[in-house]
T-cell receptor
């Protein structure tokens, strides 16, 4: 069964450093999402991406965040200058086009900012 | 804007007992409703969804949920739980089903022998 793949599973970084979280969505899916889950809190929407541009973003997704689909398979989330409060589990999700209503999630990347 | 409330942060239950995990939502428009499950150290997996039609939806592993529009609820039930059902369960809503998911805070189901 096709699945969304995220790498790395755990990323440790120093405050102020840039990180790139990588995702390989399900092949032929057209809509891509990033969510995050701070420990003990609910899953929160960050951004959605379609047709090579952001279609919606939350208040959390400020200028420190960016997304990119650099090639036909990868979907990345970049945090330019990490803060302690960016520590969280980051989930990538993808959805098919043509009426697909289910978002399929990856296993997540745990980001630890020290 | 939509919101989801899961009042129970944790539900302990004995194996083979019935369980209900509550979910209420708020929205000014029609929504699509989802239950996702997160097993320890894993990602989110879709358990079941309500898009339209029959208000009672079922999953392949014995869970069911009923959409109640008047009470704006989408409670998840299982008549007899297994140890392997121990996980975090998230209720989520989406406007039209094509947009972002708005999640509740989750309910941790703890099944003991």
């Amino acid at each position: 069964e096709p699945e969304v793949t995220q790498t790395p599973s755990h990323q440790v970084t120093q405050m102020g450093q840039e990180v790139i979280l990588r995702c390989v969505p399900i092949s032929n899916h057209l809509y891509f999402y990033w969510y995050r889950q701070i420990l003990g809190q609910k899953v929160e929407f960050l951004v959605s991406f379609y047709n090579n541009e952001i279609s919606e973003k939350s208040e959390i997704f400020d200028d420190q965040f960016s997304v990119e689909r650099p090639d036909g398979s990868n979907f990345t989330l970049k945090i330019r200058s990490t803060k302690l409060e960016d520590s969280a589990m980051y989930f990538c999700a993808s959805r098919a086009g043509a009426g697909g209503t289910i978002q399929y999630f990856g296993a997540g990347t745990r980001l630890s900012v020290l | 804007a939509q919101s989801v409330t899961q009042l129970d942060s944790q539900v302990p239950v004995f194996e083979e007992a019935p369980v209900e995990l509550r979910c209420n939502y708020s929205s000014s428009v029609s929504v699509y409703l989802f239950w996702y499950v997160q097993y320890p150290n894993q990602g989110l997996q879709l358990l079941l969804k309500y898009l339209s039609g029959s208000t009672l939806v079922e999953s392949i592993n014995g869970f069911e949920a009923e959409f109640n529009k008047s009470q704006t609820s989408f409670h998840l039930r299982k008549p007899s739980v297994h140890i392997s059902d121990t996980a975090e369960y998230f209720c989520a809503v989406s406007e039209t089903g094509f947009q972002k998911l708005v999640f509740g805070t989750g309910t941790r189901l703890l099944v003991s022998p």
